[in-house]
């Protein structure tokens, strides 16, 4: 069992360019989540999902997008990069109170 | 507004010595409370947890204690090793919430020899 897999490790982007961070878990769970991290700071629920096809905004939603086609893929997608979006995300997966996580994707916009 | 708050950004603890993390939250309604261990680089790893309905559940040298009259929850590791030095996050979740965790900001743990 992988876990939870996230990519890429590091990124670096120019402020107005796109991507999509990559997560991947393999223990079948239904529920799913990403978040970010900045210094100092406790994590912070951007999107989740409770089930494939079904998606819910969480805390911190604006400038991100995702989507869940299957059970063990929930990609996270920025459109326009900002500075404001240079953080650690981590991506996570649960089947009850227990999240499972990714070991995070270092995201810079300069 | 923070619901899951702890106060200690860092902690140093003599090697051997009892390490006492602290997290205090608002919200009655919190069902249940996880403690998650963080290195640096690498994603939070669950520790230990405990249900609304208890006061204290342990787990080899770590110890959660739950005050619900005073908002107030503690991880205990007895004795503290080098290997406990991380950042340990606090977190709580609601009832029916569909598993959505409120996070602390977490406390630097740092073990000295």
């Known amino acids: 069992n992988a876990g939870v897999t996230q990519t890429p490790k590091f990124r670096i982007l120019k402020i107005g360019q796109s991507m999509t961070l990559q997560c991947t878990q393999d223990m079948n769970h239904n529920y799913m989540y990403w978040y970010r991290q900045d210094p100092g700071m406790g994590l912070k629920l951007i999107y989740y999902s409770v089930g494939a096809g079904i998606t819910d905004k969480g805390e911190v939603p604006n400038g991100y997008n995702v989507s869940r086609s299957t059970t063990e893929d929930f990609p996270l997608r920025l459109e326009l990069a900002a500075p404001s979006q240079t953080s650690v995300y981590f991506c996570a997966s649960s089947f009850h109170n227990e999240q499972f996580f990714g070991p995070g994707t270092r995201l810079t916009v300069l | 507004d923070q619901q899951v708050k702890q106060n200690s950004p860092s902690l140093s603890v003599q090697e051997g010595r009892i390490s006492i993390l602290n997290c205090d939250y608002t919200?009655?309604?919190?069902?249940?409370f996880l403690w998650y261990k963080k290195y640096p680089a690498e994603g939070p790893t669950f520790l230990i947890s405990i249900s609304s309905i208890k006061d204290k559940n342990e787990d080899g040298r770590f110890t959660v204690f739950l005050n619900k009259s005073a908002k107030h929850l503690s991880l205990h590791i007895v004795p503290s090793q080098p290997g406990d030095s991380a950042v340990y996050f606090c977190?709580?979740?609601?009832?029916?919430?569909?598993?959505?965790?409120?996070w602390g900001a977490g406390t630097k743990l740092i073990i000295k020899p």
């Open positions: 919200n009655s309604m919190f069902d249940y």
């Open positions: 977190a709580a979740l609601p009832l029916d919430s569909n598993y959505q965790l409120i």
